[in-house]
């Protein structure tokens, strides 16, 4: 693969310190808009109506949904591949993100989780509009967002806010903590002078640092120190909206548990709602009402927090739970393991049908033939699979 | 791992001596300090660490970054060896001192008797060579066998390691190999020579899940296979509880707890270890609403506080007495196996548990 270049997304991007790799990868996006739907996408679709119709129509009851502050609809992103010195010649697409269905309702938090490659990540930079759709449509707050230039966009960015992973290469390291706060504050432009100044100041205090670290320098402050900070800088514009992308990831195990306390708190107190993607499926059970589970560009399943951790139903799920081991060593020993062979197959070429039917022990013809749409079969529980199972993993 | 000059062999110091070995545990490590001189002061990594390991069994030792982990195990690498930085105290490995032991002896051992798996296989491997010959090369360090026999083992060891299509994929360069893979190719690297002793910092922190538990049974398998002590280094409490037979907590340079597996998850002792025990997420519980953190955070190695480097974060820091804020406690003997440093009364500690912290976990 090393004579083709990928546009690839960055694993953990910093905020506008890539701007160049970000407008590069929005520029080859653009190239190809409003691609047509293939084949397959259109069986899928005619299939899914027809499974909605025949189970409980509970896409249908969630479209009318008036709690959705986001509403996602066939979202694809793919990026294309390019082969040649001169003349860049696409010979095919990444499809990081093929055709997702979900909505984020007010006030919730919604764990997006899944392994790398999963397309989570880029799923997250699509609803914030870091990336332009090839495919589908993001509503947000009742209005679609898909295409918005990036003019368009502006006035909408300050209720859509992204908290990123790595908190030493997502601050500017030669501006104060006092100018990374208040920058998106002066780009949004109502505050000025002393009323931004006091503005910052009650910011850092609301993630619980000091005022007086204002004129410091992000060096001089530790890991957990510095992701309040970027947290700080995402709620300065008053957001309907934060997209946290591993927020904690990066950050020791006690300073970890201070950070998550605190997007707990800064929810109940702000009334925020958080798209949170993570791998960490135990960071995601405690913090989502909602998750979801991505495999290779698509949502496998769906379901608030106590049906996915207790009642799973897709394999994949099942896979993965059974692969986080808990800390508890009698437990553990006891617990079942499903060990998945290989490595997760590339979004270059997903296998067709079912994604996961390479690696899944409960594949039949079916599986290889058929793709399985994600259908309700439980009140909010959603599952993408021809043999789904309840099954006790944790 | 850059070059770092090698450090003459002090010939004052007696070398080890055959007396030495008896009854001695395979690894004992006694009273180890790593110093760094650095213009902001002096680093105290690691601050007197004691432990012992025999073969067979797996040490997982538990921190948060800045608590030394990684240095003592450099140092048992004999890899701390810069002109600023100094290694005192003493590292048995099958009876031989390797603090005292000559630069040579111990690059001799390093590789054949002890290896290492890293982090991150990317940057531990060389971009530019194959993997196979970087397999080859470390193999033939330590055995005098051509190039082509030493491709066989290398071929032998990536398959071993579940590396699909070993004879094919020994002529791939890194970057071709997936994370997991890579990982696989280093473990293999590592066990080219059967080491006895096998340290892993943190061999599955850049992994996915799937792929952490394959490699996780892939260490049970090879332990089972070659008997060799393992020493894993992780701040994934799941991870410990699921391959390690003790556990070391080590908090500023320093072990706070020492003990089997089950006791240290079920009746720990030290407030820190509950504290880690008590802010990590679980997948197999909905916790409450607010996790119980440790507040603030893991102090500088530069100004480590007085007393017992934990008290600033302890809660329980008043319960134990004047003591804790100018006396270092040392680790005392609880139970057999079982070792905790702190200087609240046996008593306090398993009530504090029992009642306070156990029913939160």
Known sequence: MNSHEVAKPAAAEPAGADAEAEAAVLSTVRSEPGRPATLTKDDRAAEAAEAAEA?????????????????????QVHFPVTSGALVARKIGAVRAVDGLDFAIRRGETLGLVGESGSGKSTTGRAIARLLEPTGGKVEFDGRDITHLSARSMRPLRR???????????????????????????????????????????????????????????????????????????????????????????????????????????????????????????????????????????????????????????????????SAVPVPDPAKQHRRERILLRGDPPTPLNPPAACRFNPRCWKAEDVCRTVEPPLVEIQPGHQVACHFPEERELV | MTEQPEREPTPDQPASGPTAQADRPYLDVRDLKVMFRTDDGDVHAVNGLSFALERGRTLGIVGESGSGKSAASLAVMGLQRGRRTTVSGEIWLDGENLVTASAERVRSLRGREMAMIFQDPLSAMHPYFKIGDQIIEAYRVHHDVSKKAAKVRAVELLDRVGIPDARRRVDSYPHEFSGGMRQRAMIAMALSCDPSLLIADEPTTALDVTVQAQILDLLNDLQKEFNSAIIIITHDLGVVAEIADEVLVMYAGNAVEHGGVQEIFSAPQHPYTWGLLSSITRLDRTRADRLRAVPGNPPSLIAVPAGCPFHPRCQYADLAGPATRTERPTLETVAPGHRVACHLPVEARVRIFREEVAPSL
């Not at chain 1, 189970?55 to 979202?75: I, K």
């Not at chain 1, 931004?196 to 992000?218: D, F, I, K, M, T």
Request: hydrophobic share 45%.
């Open chain 1, 159 to 321: 209720d859509i806010q992204m908290i990123f992973q790595d908190p030493y290469t997502s601050l500017n390291p030669r501006h104060t903590v006092g100018s990374i706060i208040a920058a998106p504050l002066k780009i949004v432009g109502d505050l000025s002078g002393d009323a931004l100044r006091a503005r910052v100041r009650e910011l850092l205090e609301l993630v619980g640092l000091s005022p007086e670290h204002l004129n410091r320098y992000p060096h001089e402050f530790s890991g957990g120190q510095r992701q309040r900070i970027g947290i700080a800088r995402a709620l300065a514009t008053d957001p309907k909206l934060v997209i946290a992308d591993e927020p904690v990831s990066a950050l020791d195990v006690s300073v970890r548990a201070q950070v998550v306390n605190l997007l707990g708190d800064l929810q109940s107190e702000l009334g925020l709602t958080y798209l949170f993607i993570a791998h960490d499926l135990s960071v995601v059970r405690h913090i989502s009402d909602r998750v979801a589970v991505m495999y290779l560009g698509t949502i496998v399943e769906m379901a608030d927090r106590a049906g996915m951790y207790e009642h799973p139903l897709h394999p994949y799920t099942h896979a993965l739970l």
């Open chain 1, 55 to 75: 189970a409980d129509p509970g896409g249908a009851v969630e479209a009318a949904d008036p709690d959705a502050l986001v509403r996602v609809t066939d979202l």
